[in-house]
């Protein structure tokens, strides 16, 4: 069965998309049919597996994007499967145990689509909000609901920094929610404020959806669960193996506080070389490396489940 996962933290430049590149490509190389979804604008999954040259040339009007703007207002749009790409330089490494890591790219102009998207919405206190909400918030869910006869194991959605219309639309399409986070002085205030927003987030959307006249939606359908923090860009050294220990000490207080992956990825070097080669981290030379990203693909796949 599909499931779909989202990587969300409003605050930038936490790892989100050196994550969502890592664990896809790791998913794939276990064997399973992974779909990258790119929704930033800046694209720069997308960048993590294309060159710009190959992006124009080999992608073009298929971004997701293009496939909003096909969309218009009809429900579900068009089929989804007709804007994914199969990027070549991760293929080596992912199709021995018969896996597959596919993308749907990003472009700039997402920028305007989800401009459009937010006067589509409108005010939340006008009149009609409800059905609005329901064919804008809810058209990526309704695209993705049609790609689940196309076999695919994972879905894998890398959000902008924020929690605008684009990022809400992957939250209730999504079967459950990756907080990667740096563990940094105030990282629990912004999980905090981040898991706050995402179960009020949850209510409303159930308020608004749940009670349709036909009764079709279950709570449990529209509200994705929390899979738990991730600790990127960890630094190490201070004396001992693993974390320093000042970072140790904001992982412990976090621990506490919220549910937390075990396993975390390192502040290294060759995530940002892994992108100028096109080839995500986890398949470069540094085996620490790829223990880390094996350890959480262990616990992302036993938490989001079957
Ligand atoms: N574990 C890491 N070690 C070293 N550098 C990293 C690591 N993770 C990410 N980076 C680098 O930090 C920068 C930001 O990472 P990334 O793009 O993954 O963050 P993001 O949360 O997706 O950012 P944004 O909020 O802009 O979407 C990139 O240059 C990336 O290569
Ligand atoms: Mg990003």
């Given at each position: 069965?599909?499931?779909?996962?989202?990587?969300?933290?409003?605050?930038?430049?936490?790892?989100?998309?050196t994550?969502?590149?890592?664990?896809?490509?790791?998913?794939?190389?276990?064997?399973?049919?992974?779909?990258?979804?790119?929704?930033?604008?800046?694209?720069?999954?997308?960048?993590?597996?294309?060159?710009?040259?190959?992006?124009?040339?080999?992608?073009?009007?298929?971004?997701?994007?293009?496939?909003?703007?096909?969309?218009?207002?009809?429900g579900?749009?068009?089929?989804?499967?007709?804007?994914v790409?199969?990027?070549?330089?991760?293929?080596?490494?992912?199709?021995?145990?018969?896996?597959?890591?596919?993308?749907?790219?990003?472009?700039?102009?997402?920028e305007?689509?989800?401009?459009?998207?937010?006067?589509?919405?409108?005010?939340?206190?006008?009149?009609?909000?409800?059905?609005?909400?329901?064919?804008?918030?809810?058209?990526l869910?309704?695209?993705?609901?049609?790609?689940?006869?196309?076999?695919?194991?994972?879905?894998?959605?890398?959000?902008?920094?924020?929690?605008?219309?684009?990022?809400?639309?992957?939250?209730?399409?999504?079967?459950?929610?990756?907080?990667?986070?740096?563990?940094?002085?105030?990282?629990?205030?912004?999980?905090?404020?981040?898991?706050?927003?995402?179960?009020?987030?949850?209510?409303?959307?159930?308020?608004?959806?749940?009670?349709?006249?036909?009764?079709?939606?279950?709570?449990?359908?529209?509200?994705?669960?929390?899979?738990?923090?991730?600790?990127?860009?960890?630094?190490?050294?201070?004396?001992?193996?693993g974390?320093?220990?000042?970072?140790?000490?904001v992982?412990?207080?976090?621990?506490?506080?919220?549910?937390?992956?075990?396993?975390?990825?390192?502040?290294?070097?060759?995530?940002?070389?892994?992108?100028?080669?096109?080839?995500?981290?986890?398949?470069?030379?540094?085996?620490?490396?790829?223990?880390?990203?094996?350890?959480?693909?262990?616990?992302?796949?036993?938490?989001?489940?079957?």
């Open positions: 069965m599909m499931q779909v996962a989202t990587v969300v933290n409003s605050k930038g430049g936490v790892g989100k998309t994550l969502t590149a890592n664990v896809g490509a790791e998913l794939a190389r276990r064997g399973r049919r992974v779909l990258l979804l790119d929704l930033d604008f800046q694209a720069s999954l997308t960048h993590s597996f294309y060159r710009p040259a190959d992006v124009e040339r080999q992608i073009d009007r298929r971004t997701v994007a293009d496939w909003y703007m096909a969309a218009g207002r009809r579900a749009g068009p089929d989804l499967m007709r804007y790409s199969w990027p070549q330089e991760v293929r080596a490494h992912t199709r021995r145990n018969g896996g597959e890591l596919a993308i749907v790219a990003s472009a700039p102009k997402l305007g689509v989800a401009a459009r998207l937010g006067v589509e919405l409108g005010d939340p206190s006008s009149r009609r909000y409800q059905d609005r909400h329901r064919r804008v918030v809810m058209r869910a309704d695209g993705l609901r049609l790609l689940r006869r196309e076999g695919f194991d994972y879905v894998l959605i890398d959000c902008r920094p924020d929690f605008e219309i684009l990022t809400r639309s992957a939250i209730v399409a999504s079967e459950g929610v990756l907080v990667p986070a740096q563990p940094e002085r105030l990282a629990t205030f912004g999980i905090r404020h981040l898991t706050e927003r995402l179960t009020d987030f949850k209510k409303n959307n159930f308020e608004i959806l749940g009670w349709s006249p036909s009764g079709e939606n279950r709570v449990e359908d529209l509200a994705p669960a929390f899979l738990g923090v991730v600790f990127t860009r960890v630094r190490h050294g201070g004396g001992g193996p974390p320093t220990p000042s970072s140790q000490r992982i412990d207080e976090v621990r506490r506080l919220f549910p937390t992956f075990t396993a975390m990825m390192r502040e290294s070097l060759d995530f940002q070389t892994g992108v100028d080669r096109l080839l995500p981290a986890v398949f470069g030379l540094r085996p620490d490396i790829a223990t880390e990203i094996r350890a959480l693909v262990d616990e992302f796949e036993s938490r989001i489940g079957p």
